[in-house]
């Protein structure tokens, strides 16, 4: 298959969760749900991943958060006069290699409005069973997932891929593609 600049691919994972009771979140640690893809390619040229996600701003308006709080008023506070770094540092990091779980950041975004959810973490809201009896909600969250606006990263090499919080991603809408069609003859038992 020939790809062209512009092109896109589109792959779709199905998981069923009807044995667990808490929900799965996405990522690339063991802990979490995965869906990769490998290509081999000709020729060569520098690339290490390239993925997308939605946004984060969709997935907590679409739960009702309203205004949340900025990074800066959730960062624990700075060091004071004698104080030991150690009592600083986040817990349970084993060391600075640690892989990230991707669920650890809807634990970073605090509803400060509307009142209901006000101080509640998305993580909060995301582990309350109720919402995913919520048929209503459920059915617009798989729209929005499948068909909303997705961040799309890609990183030419490792370094590239570690720092990818740094740059603004590119928006794009799913699905933008034609879907593929193999050229099979149609098999006979004769």
């Known amino acids: 298959m020939t790809i062209l600049p512009g092109d896109s691919l589109m792959m779709e994972c199905v998981y069923d969760s009807t044995k667990i009771k808490t929900p799965s979140y996405g990522g690339l640690s063991t802990e979490e749900e995965m869906c990769l893809a490998f290509l081999a390619f000709y020729p060569r040229m520098e690339f290490a991943f390239c993925g997308s996600q939605l946004p984060i701003k969709s997935i907590y308006e679409s739960v009702g958060f309203e205004e949340i709080y900025s990074w800066e008023d959730m960062r624990p506070p700075k060091k004071q006069e004698g104080e ?4 600083l540092k986040p817990p349970n990091k084993t060391s600075k290699y640690e892989v990230f779980k991707a669920w650890h950041s809807f634990k970073m975004v605090k509803a400060k ?16 069973e109720s919402l995913w009896f919520d048929n209503e909600w459920v059915g617009q969250f798989q729209e929005m997932a499948a ?15 570690m720092k990818h919080g740094n740059h603004t991603p590119s928006m794009t809408d799913y699905p933008d593609f034609i879907p593929f069609e193999e050229d099979n003859p149609v098999c006979s038992s004769q």
């Open 113 to 128: 409005s509307p009142k209901k959810y006000e101080g509640m973490t998305l993580y909060d809201v995301f582990n309350n």
């Open 147 to 161: 068909y909303g606006k997705h961040e799309v990263i890609c990183a030419r090499g490792l370094k590239d891929f």
């Open 84 to 87: 030991r770094a150690e009592n």
